[in-house]
Every structure is written in structure tokens, then in C-alpha cells.
């Protein structure tokens, strides 16, 4: 099998390989992948800090036509992309597909982009004094992945860095190499020039932390649990560098009386399983007034009824496989830990056996679970829902609010008092109405609040606050 290298100053290099492995079948290899080493990190780096004057200078026409190319190859190649997805992280193909679509509509917006750059003239106070405000490149751009999202997380991090003329290391989650190693692929036949982007697989402690320790990466965009992200803000306040952190959830779905019952049902069931419950924005605290929840957890037992979870390559599969043996370990331990807790497991929560050896788990819904139990505080970061009992609004929203989390929040409801109220007073940083909590745009910022995130925010136009640094100049007439 052959190995796909990591790209460090232009070349393809490294034989030390991991094996890519597809959680819905165990014994598919989907690929092999080098892992980079200290050594090899600190040459990215240093490559991505000698392409850096040339490449912020660079034409934006050429940084159009590359980030233009790349969207066109991967929207060409979607079925495919969207198929070693699927392979490797264990969505299903739809979802695969519809991920792979979206990083190549954010590589087209971000060329758009580069068409856009714009800064202000202003009077100065002071006569015959004229000030400009530009924004200029921040530097060497260090990117970190997650497995959860593994095509469109990168696009959105790398399509803003090269946009705004910045030189990138970047870093995949050693799970999930492939989609991350295409899009580098790509990029380098779009025509990158050398040392730009530079791919370093491998394992966090050793290529994430060689990057965390060096003085010459100038920002860190991280997306991962709430203990790496701690790690990345200790190390870039010691460096004095640019970082930005988008962490774990533990998002609510408030569901009231006056609810479309069968609105809410699908969203709760969207938002709490669909991709297996493993996105951060997923939501795993359903509070629900006492008026409807006889009736809504009942329907939504009906609901996973029909809900099929096999190989995400298979033809009507709704819900695929765990990503790997530990998170699946981590996703039965907190069903036991819900079980001791009190909560009532009403709904799934065995491991299924299918055709294939993989990592299937289904569903698993408790009820009356409160809001200070461990399955409602903690990201178990797989497709285990508690629902909460609450009285009324008010209850519900203060419930809502009660976590250390606050990434997206969702409400099912057909009040527009209520709609409106719950919109400002959420404490996330994005709020759905009638809809899923997760499932978002590509133009629009995307981030939270309190534990989820820090820095600004990331995607659409919002994204060159962190990929950029303000300049202003005062010349005199
Ligand atoms: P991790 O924090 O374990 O890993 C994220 C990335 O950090 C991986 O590439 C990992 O490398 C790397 N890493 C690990 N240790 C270090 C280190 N010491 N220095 C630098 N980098 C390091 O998260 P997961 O991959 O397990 O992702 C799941 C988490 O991500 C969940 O908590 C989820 O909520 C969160 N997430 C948040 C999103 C958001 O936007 N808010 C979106 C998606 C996920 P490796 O694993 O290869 O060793």
C-alpha cells in the first residue's frame, strides 16, 4: 500500500506510517499515512516562516485562481471525497457528500474574498494629516484538527489563512489523515507555491506541541476537546501569539408546550444523533415542559424506531458507526454513569452487531435525568441525549443557560414571545428556532461563548479578524 507523505517545504516526505482504519469495518485499511516528527514539524515551520514575505505579497489574482481551483477539484471530485469521509470517520455518504460540498463552497467564498480586501481612509483630528487603516497577513498560521469534521474543519481554517496571505503548518487529527491529506493535494496542483502549506501528520504531543513551542508560529487556530484547548492558550500566552479556540458543547434543546410536535421531534433527533451525536454543536440536554413531554418522548421513541444505524457506506443508513474504540468506550461508560446517576435509559444505548466488525451503537436516549447530573454536564461527545423535565419557560431557559458550555442553543416552539426572548438571552454564540442545533452556513460566523470558544469568530467575513492584523498609518499631505 502505498504511503501518503507528509508536505514539508514543498516536498513529499516520511515513511513512518499510521494506518488509516474505517470504523464501520475494521478490517478495511482505508489508507497508510507518514508520521512527522519534531524534527520534521520544526522544518515545516521554519519553511512556512521563509515563504511568508514573498507569499503576503503575493498577487491577489494568484491567490484567487488557487483557492478558485481547489473549490472546482473538490466539488468536482465530491462522491469521492465524500466516500474516503465516510471511510474513515464513519459518517454516512450523504453526510460525507454534503460535508465535502461545503469545503469546497468555503474555498470558493474565501477566493471571492481575496477580490474583497478593503481598509478605510479617515481624517485625522490633526490638520493636513490623512490615516489608513489596512489589514496586513498575521504570519506563520498554525492549524489544528479534530477527527469530527475532517474535510470541512481544515477548509475552514486553511481557505482564510492562504486568502489572507498567511503560511500555514497544519496539523490533521492523526484519526483521520485522508481528506486532509486530498485537500493538501489539491492546493499544491492549484499552484502553492513551495513551503506555503506545509502537512505535518502525526500525533498531537509530539507535531501539536512542537508547534505550540515555537516562537515563529505567530497564530494557533485550534478545534478540539477543552483539555488540548487549555494547552494551546497556556503556550500562545508564554509566546505572545494570536489563538483562537473552538471547544467542546453541551448544548440544549428546550422543546414547549406550544411546540410543533413534529418539528420538534425532528430536530431533537437531528440535532442529538444524526452524525452520530459526534459534532460539537450536537445537542445532548433536551429540556422539555412538563405540558408535552409525555408526548414528545414518546414520540421520539417512535421516531428511532425507523432510525437505522449500520456501515455509513450502505444505502439507508441513517446514523453510522463511533469513530474509534475509545470514544465508543468513553460513549457506554457515561450510559453506565447515567444509569448510577438515576436517569432512566428509555431508549437504546446497546452495541449492535452488523455485517462487518465496526463500532455501532444505538442511540441511547434517558429521561428524567436533572441538570446537575454528569450526563448533563459533561460532552460525552457521541449519540447519548438526556432529556430534562422543566416546568415552564423560565425554567427552561435558566436550565439552558446553566452549563459551563456555549456553543449553539436550539428552542422548539410556535410563540414568537418566547422565539424572540430565547434568541436574545441565550448564552451561545449561535441560537436555532424550529431547527436542529447543529447544521450551519458557510458565509456566517460560526463560534460560542463561555467553555466552547475563545477568540473570534471563525467562517464568512468574520474570519479576517483572526487572519489578520490592523495597520494604521497617518501621513502627512
Ligand atoms: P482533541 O483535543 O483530542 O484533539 C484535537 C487536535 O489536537 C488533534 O489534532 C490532536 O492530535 C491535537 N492535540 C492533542 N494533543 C495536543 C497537544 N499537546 N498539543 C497540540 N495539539 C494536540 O479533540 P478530538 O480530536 O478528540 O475532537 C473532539 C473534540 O473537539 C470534542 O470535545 C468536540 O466538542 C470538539 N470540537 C469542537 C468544535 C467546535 O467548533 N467548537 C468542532 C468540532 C469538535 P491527535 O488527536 O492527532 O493526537
Request: proline share 4%; net charge neutral.
Amino acid at each position: 500500500m502505498t504511503i501518503h507523505q507528509n508536505l514539508i517545504a514543498g516536498e513529499w516526505v516520511g515513511s513512518d506510517a499510521i494506518r488509516n482504519i474505517n470504523p464501520s469495518n475494521t478490517n478495511d485499511v482505508v489508507g497508510k499515512y507518514a508520521r512527522a516528527s519534531v524534527e520534521d514539524t520544526k522544518t515545516a515551520i521554519a519553511a512556512a516562516k521563509a515563504a511568508f514575505p514573498a507569499w503576503s505579497r503575493s498577487g491577489i489574482l494568484e491567490r484567487h485562481a488557487i483557492l478558485r481551483k481547489t473549490a472546482d477539484e473538490i466539488l468536482a471530485r465530491k462522491d469521492e471525497l465524500g466516500r474516503l469521509l465516510s471511510r474513515e470517520e464513519g459518517k454516512t455518504l450523504a453526510e460525507g457528500i454534503g460535508e465535502t460540498v461545503r469545503a469546497g463552497q468555503i474555498f470558493d467564498f474565501f477566493a471571492g474574498e481575496t477580490l474583497r480586501l478593503a481598509g478605510e481612509v479617515l481624517p485625522s483630528v490633526r490638520p493636513n494629516i490623512g490615516v489608513e487603516i489596512t489589514r496586513e497577513p498575521v504570519g506563520v498560521v498554525g492549524i489544528i484538527t479534530p477527527w469530527n469534521f475532517p474535510i470541512a474543519i481544515p477548509a475552514w481554517k486553511i481557505a482564510p489563512a492562504l486568502c489572507y496571505g498567511n503560511t500555514v503548518v497544519f496539523k490533521p487529527a492523526e484519526l483521520v489523515p485522508g481528506c486532509s491529506w486530498a485537500i493538501v493535494d489539491i492546493l499544491v496542483r492549484a499552484g502553492l507555491p513551495k513551503g506555503v502549506l506545509n502537512l505535518v501528520i502525526g500525533k498531537g504531543s509530539v507535531v501539536g506541541q512542537t508547534m505550540l513551542d515555537s516562537p515563529d508560529v505567530q497564530a494557533i487556530t485550534f478545534t478540539g476537546s477543552t483539555g488540548t484547548g487549555k494547552r494551546v492558550a497556556l503556550a500562545s500566552v508564554e509566546h505572545n501569539r494570536k489563538y483562537q479556540l473552538e471547544m467542546g458543547g453541551k448544548n440544549p434543546f428546550v422543546v414547549l408546550d406550544d411546540a410543533d410536535l413534529a418539528v420538534a421531534v425532528e430536530a431533537a433527533v437531528n440535532s442529538a444523533f444524526f452524525s452520530t451525536g459526534q459534532r460539537c454543536t450536537a445537542s445532548s440536554r433536551v429540556i422539555v415542559t412538563e405540558g408535552i413531554h409525555d408526548k414528545f418522548v414518546a414520540a421520539v421513541g417512535e421516531r428511532l424506531k425507523s432510525v437505522v444505524v449500520d456501515d455509513a457506506l450502505k444505502a439507508g443508513t441513517h446514523i453510522g458507526p463511533v469513530v474509534d474504540e475509545s470514544q465508543l468506550r468513553q460513549d457506554t461508560d457515561y450510559i453506565e454513569i447515567g444509569r448510577q446517576e438515576g436517569a432512566k435509559l428509555a431508549f437504546g444505548g446497546e452495541l449492535l452487531k452488523r455485517d462487518t466488525p465496526g463500532f455501532y451503537l444505538a442511540p441511547a436516549l434517558f429521561t428524567e435525568a436533572t441538570n446537575d447530573m454528569r450526563i448533563s454536564r459533561e460532552e460525552i461527545f457521541g449519540p447519548v441525549a438526556a432529556v430534562i423535565r422543566v416546568k415552564d419557560y423560565e425554567e427552561a431557559l435558566a436550565v439552558a443557560n446553566d452549563t459551563p458550555f456555549g456553543l449553539s442553543s436550539g428552542i422548539a416552539t410556535t410563540s414568537l414571545k418566547h422565539a424572540t426572548h430565547f434568541k436574545r438571552n441565550a448564552e451561545a454564540g449561535m441560537v436555532m428556532v424550529n431547527l436542529p442545533t447543529a447544521g450551519v452556513d458557510f458565509h456566517v460566523p460560526f463560534g460560542g461563548r463561555k467553555g466552547s470558544s475563545h477568540g473570534s469568530r471563525e467562517q464568512g467575513r468574520y474570519a479576517n479578524e483572526f487572519y489578520t492584523t490592523v495597520k494604521t498609518a497617518y501621513t502627512l499631505a
